[in-house]
RNA sequence: AGGGAUAUAGCUCAAUUGGUAGAGCGCCAAGCUUUGGCCUUGGAGGUUUCAGGUUCGAAUCCUGAUAUCCCUGCCA
């Protein structure tokens, strides 16, 4: 267990680290912007599921209201009722709260303010800032111009006021065709910007929308709604991604224009990235739809539903979102960084129990026959609150067959004929031979045990090399066990080539056999099976069969060692 | 007439604002251990993208290159 005696040391290592986005919040708190509050937001769109990228920026979002003093808001960003749907409301707010980030009262939805965000909208109409286009999206695409040419004025630019405020209540009416017009800023088509190029405010969407229904027909989009939206509800600092640095200018565009008393400030971090996954919401969207994987939350996948169900828990994820920083670069995080978080923390929390993976009968010949005993083991071996179970033991156990070999190379220390090892919690005992069939195939094993050494410790105070688990055969629970690895094999994944980056072995099914004191684990149960791994009981699990996920392996040495050879 | 952003160890980030680069993970060792786990200690690993310049002194300031990412949805 890590220990520190200089007390002042360990209260700066716990210190949050600083970075680019808090030194900007310290800076208006000193100087009293924003009369030294701070209001953060999460803006999802309902239009698919949570992954660990998102956690980042809700962990953000919501520590820097935490620690400020501040108000943490989520807000659901709903102006494309296309693609929105309030399932994926409830599984986004199913995943936050996972994460434990609490936004209390504070829910909204874009689509609360659509009616001011109209009104916004005829204000600048009034100010000759925004105008109603009736090119059609082909046209407007050849009026933008290209990243190298300027684009040019649309010849429904200049239509007055009184026509503008007419031809957009008439769109609001649903007098017009999806496409007929639309609402346009009135900005420059020279702008170097594109985003800056008279972008569309309003389009017709004749659609059901989740939540407003069909009472309207005009949405807003996303740069229109994002910015006014953030003002009213009186954010501070809008934090967002690098893709949308482009869109910064037009962001204080519109509240300038519209002339809120409440102006944000967007700020743009990098956005996380982890090895051995695709992220897209379109391909992990396609990995579910082409069964590529077992739905939003398949273990394998990186969605927080998933990473959850697969075992890991909210506070590695959130030790992970914290250390690797907020900063602008690129990054790509190496999945091990994330594998040492959820050992970390698995580690401190996890009870241990004994499962065996690939049985191997081993017989203690000078065992009574009929004699079971029930053996003390502690749940946790440093912290003491975890308590102690008994765990039976009997003439036949089962051990892991890697924990057997008869011709065993140096430096392999576990069980092999005429060596004692000790079975965890039990006896020490002593290979005597080995059964086979008649391929050669290893049966079973034998050996002697030394009662003594009940425990596990003799008094003569003798060493031995290997401690293994087992479990008596005849106790033994048999679960299924899913075991999984990188859905992908390479660490980038070229987004095009799904299936040829697949790892084939991301998912194996097998069974094992655990001792009886998990008989009754319930749902995202976590247990280390000590030397093999943690495990999380799935949701598929039942009373009559026992389904466990292996969430990660522990570290193993061993293998390292072997692999050298 | 293109614009915006970013470059420090394998990965992710620091460097008190001009005083010869540090941390976590990863890697390699050793110690400890009733988990080949955990824990402890040590080590390797840097032309700070490159080239000039200013300075007693540059990751940091100046000039110029280069590489990578983002932007031409009526998506967000």
Redesign the pocket.
Known sequence: ????NDSANEENSKEE????IK?IIEKDIAENKNDGKVVTRF???P?GYLHIGHAKSIFLNFTLAEEYGGTFHLRF????P??EDTEYVEAIKRDIKWLGCDWGENQFF?SDYFEKLYEYAVTLIKKGKAYV?????E???EY???????GKNSPYRDRSVEENLELFQKMRDGEFA?????LRAKIDM?S????MRD??LY???KVHHHRTGDKWCI?????Y??CTSDAIEGITHSICT???????PLYDWCLDEIGTECHPQQI?F?KL?L?HVIMGKRHMTRMVNDKIVDGWDDPRMPTIAAMRRRGFTARAIRNLCE????????????M??L??FV??DL??IAP?VMGVLKPLKLVITNYPEDKEELLDAPN???DESYGTRQVPFSKVLYIEQDDFMEN?PK????MTVGREV?L???YYVTCTDVVKDDNGEILEVHCTYDPE?????SADNR???????WVSAKHALEAEVRLYEHLFAVENPSKGEIEENLNPNSLTVTSGYLEPSVKDAKAEDKY?F???GYFCVDKDSSADKLVFNRTIT????????KK?K
């Open positions: 267990m890590k220990k520190s680290p600083i970075h680019f030194n803006p999802p769109e239009n960003d709903d102006t494309n296309e693609k874009a286009c009736s090119l059609n999206a046209q407007i695409r933008r111009g290209s990243l190298t040419e300027p999806e496409g007929e017009h639309i020279a170097p910007n594109l985003n972008p569309a389009r017709i969407r949405y807003p989009m996303y740069d709604a994002h690098l893709e949308f640095e482009n869109h910064r743009e990098a990235n090895t250390r690797v920083g907020v900063a602008k670069r690129e990054n790509t995080i190496e091990a960084l594998d040492y050992r970390e580690n401190s241990r946790h071996p440093t065993p430096k392999y220390f576990r000790r965890r919690y039990g050494t009940k425990g596990g410790s060493k031995v090399k290997a401690t293994i688990h280390q000590e030397r093999v522990l570290k193993d040495s061993w293998a390292k060692v050298k």
